[in-house]
């Protein structure tokens, strides 16, 4: 299981967060072509986001700041993380990823750039804490922003994407049942 922002404030009465990620000229939202761990989805939709005022980012462009983000907000996941991350990585040691619920009291949404995820995830980045602790970007999609707040709104209208044979997404009017994410 991936530790995402959603994962990590789960709970008994946790809301689901919501994330986004810019979308391409043709309005297909990058997320559709960029995905972490793909399951094979031929059809999708999408809701535009209501953000009011001026949301607090945290921007992850490299490794170091994603290694600041853990440095300031360290949460400890070694018993969850050791094996996968081991097996992924090829490192042992202690293991930490950002405290979501601190990170939300200082930044309405964290934003992992493309060039962030490609320069990063998937590797060991050391923390600099001390010699044993790293940190891996896991579960995020290219160009994709969490939000950790009750900031966004989901818009109520729908975009349906249907995958085509060329592995191109194209709007359509609606979608079957299965699509990413389930619309209810």
């Known amino acids: 299981m991936a530790l995402t922002p959603d994962t990590l404030l789960a709970g008994p009465r946790a809301r689901r967060l919501c994330h986004s990620s810019p979308r391409f000229s043709d309005q297909a939202p990058v997320t559709l072509y960029l995905v972490e761990d793909g399951f094979g989805w031929e059809t999708a939709h ?17 490794a170091q700041d994603w290694a600041a983000l853990c440095r ?38 964290v ?3 493309v060039a962030g995820y490609l320069s990063a995830a998937g590797r060991a980045i050391d923390i600099d804490i001390d010699a044993e602790t790293a940190s891996v970007i896991a579960g995020w999609n290219p160009g994709e922003t969490w939000w950790l707040t009750a900031g966004p709104g989901l818009g109520t209208e729908l975009t349906h994407w249907q995958l085509e044979e060329s592995l191109h997404w194209r709007q359509v009017e609606s979608c079957a049942q299965d699509e990413y994410p389930p619309a209810g």
Do not use: M, N
């Open 46 to 62: 999408s809701r535009r986001l209501r953000i009011p005022g001026a949301p607090r980012i945290c921007e992850i462009h490299t």
């Open 111 to 113: 934003h992992l750039s």
């Open 72 to 109: 300031r907000f360290p949460l400890e996941v070694t018993g969850e993380k050791r094996h996968d991350w081991y097996r992924t990585t090829g490192r042992s040691g202690r293991w930490v990823i950002p405290d979501w619920h601190a990170v939300a009291r200082q930044y309405d949404g």
